[in-house]
């Protein structure tokens, strides 16, 4: 069983940056492909970044270009580096495993106009 521990939401202005923890325990995350989601009030969760066990990545368009998913093995943790933030990507980010199906908890991000 994997356990996901998301940290590092916060408010923020536009046009800053952030940086999402995704912390794991109980299995080895250096051969899974992991996934950061977002949902936002009234909206459906959706993918924003993927990273997968060979270490290639995948952006949705909203976030290409300002987004970066990133993996320390040894720590058992991925990152998602966020900069350049718009009020539009206020949401609840989740990290999720797609080998076990585990999500976790969820880290709130809000980015103020």
């Known amino acids: 069983q994997v356990q996901l521990v998301e940290s590092g939401g916060d408010l923020v202005q536009a046009g800053g940056s952030l940086r999402l923890s995704c912390a794991a325990s109980g299995s080895i995350l250096s051969i899974n492909a992991i996934g950061w989601y977002r949902q936002a009030p009234g909206k459906q969760r959706e993918l924003v970044a993927r990273?997968?066990?060979?270490?290639?990545?995948n952006y949705a368009n909203s976030v290409s270009g300002r987004f970066a998913i990133s993996r320390d093995n040894a720590k058992n943790t991925v990152y998602l580096h966020m900069n350049r933030l718009k009020p539009e990507d206020t949401a609840v980010y989740y990290c999720?495993?797609?080998?076990?199906?585990?999500w976790g908890q969820g880290t709130q991000v809000t980015v103020s106009s």
């Open positions: 990273t997968s066990s060979g270490g290639s990545t």
């Open positions: 999720h495993d797609f080998l076990s199906r585990s």
